[in-house]
């Protein structure tokens, strides 16, 4: 089993839009993606409650059955859409992928 946790700081405005709305349609973007993706077992994504420093607005946790999954997770049409937002509205991105 894959873990695929990925942090974003959003842009403050972007597509026409303030982080705070950016956050709430990337989250039902990605959260979207349940039950779509081959290999995608669990997806949930968070929004910030409490401003820390340093500080991530959005944070994606997901669990992917394989590493071949995951690079199919990585380049399906579905996700693709979601990405072509995100890299609009973000503009800091941590990953880290690791099995279990």
Known sequence: MIKHIVM??????????EAS????KMKEMLEGL????????NIEVGIEMVES?????VVLYS???TREALE???IHPEH????AFIKNVVSERRV???EI
């Open 21 to 24: 709305a950016n956050a709430v």
């Open 80 to 83: 693709q859409a979601c990405v």
């Open 63 to 65: 669990e992917i059955e």
């Open 96 to 98: 880290v992928d690791y």
């Open 72 to 74: 199919a997770y990585q």
């Open 34 to 41: 349940r039950g779509r993706i081959p290999g995608l077992v």
């Open 8 to 17: 974003w700081k959003l842009k403050d405005n972007a597509e026409g839009a």
């Open 53 to 57: 420093v340093p500080e991530c607005d």
